[in-house]
Every structure is written in C-alpha cells, then in structure tokens.
C-alpha cells in the first residue's frame, strides 16, 4: 500500500493515530453533547476515513504500475487527502468548543461550514468512484472486479444515505434524541431509527466484498455480495425511516 499511495497511507497512519487521542479525550473531558462526549464524532471519523484511505491505497495497488504513478490517480489521492483534513479539522474544532458540527444551523458561519462539509463529503465519496473505474478498467481479475466495483457502489449508496441523512435535523428517526441510550462505542439510537447504521453499511461495501472475494476468489460471487450488500443498505435505510431500533436495549 505504501508503494502504490504513499500519501494515502501515511495519512491513514496520522489519521489512527489521531483517532486514538481524540478517543481518550472522550475519557477526559466531562462536557457533553447529545448525551455522548464531544469528542465522539471527531474520533469516530478519524477511524473512518483512515481505514478508507488505507482501502483506497490497497486498491490502488491493484492498478498497474504505471497507472498507480498516474497524474490522475496522483491528483484524485491529494484531492481526497485535502478533503478528508478538511472535514476533520473543522470537526475537531467544533469538538473543541463543545458544539455539534453536523445540522449545526445556529449561526451563519455553521451553515456556511455544514455545506462545505457536504461538499467535501461528496469529494470523497467522488474520488472513491473515480479510483473504483480506474481498476475495474484495469483487468478482469475477481479481485479487480470486486474492489472496483464495491467502491463505485459504495460511493454511490453513501452519497444517497448521507444527501437524505443531511436534509434533516439529526440522525434519530423517532425515540429517544439522544445518543446516551444508544450502543456502546456507535451509539445508534436503541429506542428509535437511526440512518447512520444504513450509512455505516454503505460506507463498508468497500472493505466487505473485497474480503469476501479474497476468500472465495469468483466474479459472481462478487457480484453476488455486492447486490446483497446494496441490499442490506436499503433493508436498513427502510428500517431506519420506519423508526425501528437495529438493536433495542
């Protein structure tokens, strides 16, 4: 992975690393924001996107050499990096000051920042579909057709989950509106919907069907858990929208 994106892969490390502070301030600081630490949101993406680029570098080094030194895949690696430091850094700073980044709509420089958000999360989402084409261009090996395919979808169903997620005023679709009564670590909401459990399931298409086709190396079995997968992500969004719990406490 390295070889094939250096950067993607030394921000990934920068990226667990910093998960793993913001993760203990949660331990650390008492103030709290929708029942949970401030510092929760921050850390969970930090993990997030670490282990998306570390993704998108293990799929770049699918590509051939050539390609992997390509402007295109060089330009569209810097872009996601810019984007996913963005985010990050806005919502560290949000964190700092004990105020939500996300449906943050109380003063106009928040909206301001909650559309540049949105922009920067289509530019990840974009670059992820871009990446995916270039390997399913590059051969017909399952593996190839897994991964690229699975990041096209990915990038597709989260966009789709997370344009619906953010045209609302928060994640929980009735129940409790709060993240206090929520699972341990995710926090989804146990008394009431919750679309970012459809919105972590489209996000991982990614890393499961490339792992499943890993261990049974066969396009159609590919497809196969790519088509369940895209299913499994409707299954939940509908769940969610009905205002039933994945997990009730």
Do not use: C
């Not at 331990?27 to 924001?33: K, P, S, T, V």
Request: positive net charge.
């Amino acid at each position: 992975m390295m070889a094939a994106s250096p950067l993607l892969t030394r921000t990934a490390i920068v990226f667990a690393f910093l998960f793993m502070a913001a993760y203990a301030l949660t331990f650390l600081d008492a103030r709290l924001l929708y029942g949970v630490s401030p510092w929760e949101k921050p850390s969970k993406f930090f993990l997030s996107l670490a282990l998306h680029m570390a993704t998108l570098a293990w799929g770049i080094s699918l590509l051939p050499d050539e390609q992997q030194r390509s402007r295109t895949v060089r330009i569209a690696t810097s872009v996601f990096v810019v984007a996913a430091v963005f985010e990050l850094a806005y919502m560290t700073y949000q964190s700092s000051r004990g105020e939500a980044s996300h449906f943050n709509l109380s003063t106009p420089f928040n909206v301001m920042m909650y559309h540049l958000m949105g922009l920067g999360a289509v530019t990840l989402t974009g670059v992820t579909a871009l990446l995916g084409w270039r390997i399913v261009r590059s051969g017909t090996s399952p593996m190839r057709f897994a991964a690229g395919w699975s990041f096209i979808a990915s990038a597709i169903v989260t966009t789709l989950v997370a344009g619906y997620l953010a045209q609302g005023t928060g994640h929980w679709i009735g129940g409790d509106r709060t993240d206090a009564s929520g699972l341990p670590f995710f926090h989804w909401s146990t008394t009431g919907g919750d679309l970012r459990v459809a919105h972590f399931a489209a996000l991982h298409l990614m890393q499961a069907v490339p792992l499943i086709t890993w261990f049974w190396p066969d396009k159609k079995i590919a497809a196969a858990s790519l088509i369940a997968g895209i299913a499994v992500v409707a299954g939940l969004s509908a769940q969610a929208l009905m205002g039933v719990p994945v997990f009730r406490v």
